[in-house]
Antibody, heavy 118, light 107 residues
Framework: EVQLVESGGGLIQPGGSLRLSCAAS????????MTWVRQAPGKGLEWVSV???????HYGDSVRGRFTISRDNSDNMLFLQMNSLRAEDTAVYYC????????????WGQGILVTVSS | DIVLTQSPATLSLSPGEGATLSCRAS??????LVWYQQKGGQAPRLLIY???NRATGIPARFSGSGSGTDFTLTISRLEPEDFAVYYC?????????FGQGTRLEIK
């Protein structure tokens, strides 16, 4: 069974840093497009970042230069390092898996809340 | 960036009725269009990929159509569990973008 479990969220002050983790089971993260998607409270979905199976990364305009996506193949985990956090980064962050080698997200974690506030 | 515009913003229907949700792209995205369903407090669920292919386990009452810039999600006969928010997403180019969502509510 495919499972994705996020951790590492919480309350952080503006300008601070946080690292999200996503533990994957039932498949190998290095064989898929692994993506972070976020959702601000009461708002729609926003794509954040992807790491392709080959290791290439892409970022949304609002996080480029501040966030870094990575994975650990040995532990089968996905990460999102978030620096210079802003109030507008407050959201539930979902770890997702792309179907095949695509960006159609067929598996989602339960989501983890990140709150940026002083 | 490719902008996806969903309409209507809210759709009020009764169980048993049919629903038609639209998604328009700001440029040609061929068939690289995905639909998701999200219920309150839950993660989204993949419904349709590549415009018209139902994901695993999705009931046949859900169907997708369209190509280029205009796409449609159709629910043939609404069940009580279908009332939710629906998002479209393009996977044609980076950055991936989502529509703003259509809320399907019980009339």
């Amino acid at each position: 069974e495919v499972q994705l479990v996020e951790s590492g969220g919480g309350l952080i002050q503006p300008g601070g840093s946080l690292r999200l983790s996503c533990a994957a089971s039932g498949f190998t993260v290095s064989s898929y497009y692994m993506t972070w998607v976020r959702q601000a409270p009461g708002k729609g979905l926003e794509w954040v970042s992807v790491i392709e199976d080959g290791g290439t990364t892409h970022y949304g305009d609002s996080v480029r230069g501040r966030f870094t996506i990575s994975r650990d193949n040995s532990d089968n985990m996905l990460f999102l390092q978030m620096n210079s956090l802003r109030a507008e980064d407050t959201a539930v962050y979902y770890c997702t898996r792309g179907r095949g080698r695509t960006s159609s997200y067929d598996s989602w974690g339960q989501g983890i809340l990140v709150t940026v506030s002083s | 960036d490719i902008v996806l515009t969903q309409s209507p913003a809210t759709l009020s229907l009764s169980p048993g009725e049919g629903a038609t949700l639209s998604c328009r792209a700001s440029q040609n995205i061929y068939s690289y269009l995905v639909w998701y369903q999200q219920k309150g407090g839950q993660a989204p669920r993949l419904l349709i990929y590549d415009a018209s292919n139902r994901a695993t386990g999705i009931p046949a009452r859900f169907s997708g159509s369209g190509s280029g810039t205009d796409f449609t999600l159709t629910i043939s006969r609404l069940e009580p569990e279908d009332f939710a928010v629906y998002y479209c997403q393009q996977r044609y180019s980076w950055p991936i973008t989502f529509g703003q969502g259509t809320r399907l509510e019980i009339k």
